[in-house]
């Protein structure tokens, strides 16, 4: 089955032709300045129409960064896309196109994209997270995206875990708050130590930057423990940049189990994505094609 997946981002717009799971041919271009619903639109528009195969008409899934209604056709809140509440996407997209189109949120596409050909597939419920510039996720249950009564399940990246710190969102003390990377960025500044994250990684066995790395640790830690007592998923799947160092799972496994009850630690299975950058573009396509449904 063919679908043309694609994945609006803040900086980059990436789009790809898939085939039963694979990608066959792939675009990217810098996303349209402003952000502006007109030229948006024209961009994926342009996009999709490139990666048409010639005289057939081949669905389109959109992967976007915010909030979505139920029925997965109009915007609720695209914080770093201004002016986007209550645009009817979906019926924009398939006018310009003259095709069915399909709309999801991003981590949400990431994780039907490794459920379709990455860490989670031959699974029917898990969790993915992504560790980020901010903190997404995507749940699926018996074979299933969860999307919640008002559409918005799966925030996990607002599971209130701290005290008094802001989130972007309007809440405080959310994990996004705590260990997104410009959370932990800003952090590393006022401890007065360098805020480039790959490199702090790669130093975390000094003392002081492994304290600064606990915090987060500690946080991603609670956080995992509390999905899995909430949803005893088969697996979490755990992508994101800041999940891409060397000995990321083997870092974060000690600081999980301590806040797990005894019989979930011999059931807690945490992998690393498997499709990186490509997850959410694949998921999108599977969302045009109407799996996970």
């Known amino acids: 089955m063919r679908a043309i997946g694609i994945d609006l981002g803040g900086h980059n ?17 810098a996303t349209a300045p402003g952000r502006r619903q007109k030229e948006v639109c024209a961009q994926v528009a342009r996009l999709a129409e490139a990666l048409s ?32 509440e209550g645009v009817p996407l979906k019926a924009l997209l398939e006018e310009r196109l003259s095709r069915p189109v399909a709309i999801e949120n991003d981590a949400n596409c990431y994780a039907l994209g490794e459920g379709w050909t990455g860490a989670a597939k031959g699974l029917s419920s898990y969790v993915v997270i992504t560790l980020g510039t901010g903190v997404g996720g995507g749940i699926v249950l018996d074979g299933k995206l969860l999307k919640g009564t008002h559409g918005m399940a799966g925030e996990l990246g607002h599971i209130a875990i701290g005290k008094d710190e802001y989130c972007g969102c309007g809440g405080r003390g959310h994990l996004e708050a705590i260990s997104g990377a410009d959370a932990l960025e ?14 702090l990684w790669r130093e975390r066995r000094n003392p002081v930057i492994a304290d600064f790395w606990n915090i987060a640790l500690d946080a991603w830690g609670r956080a995992l423990a509390s999905i899995a007592h909430t949803l005893d998923p088969e697996a979490i799947i755990i992508g994101g940049g800041l999940s891409r160092g060397e000995g990321f799972l083997e870092s974060l496994h000690p ?26 573009i694949i998921g999108a396509a599977a969302v045009a094609l109407g799996y996970f449904t």
């Not at 005289?55 to 770093?80: A, C, Q, S, W, Y």
């Not at 590393?188 to 490199?199: E, K, Q, T, V």
Request: aromatic share 6%.
């Open 13 to 29: 717009t990436k789009a790809a032709l898939v085939v039963d799971g694979t990608i066959q041919e792939r675009l990217e271009e």
């Open 53 to 84: 195969p010639a005289g057939e008409v081949v669905p389109v899934g959109l992967g976007v960064p915010g909030m979505l209604d139920t029925f997965r056709e109009h915007i609720k809140k695209m914080p770093n896309f201004p002016n986007w």
């Open 186 to 199: 800003r952090l590393a500044r006022s401890w007065g130590i360098p805020d480039d994250l790959s490199r």
């Open 255 to 280: 600081h999980v189990i301590p806040y797990l009850a005894l019989p979930f630690r011999e059931a807690l299975d945490l992998r690393l994505s498997l499709l990186g950058n490509d997850a959410a």
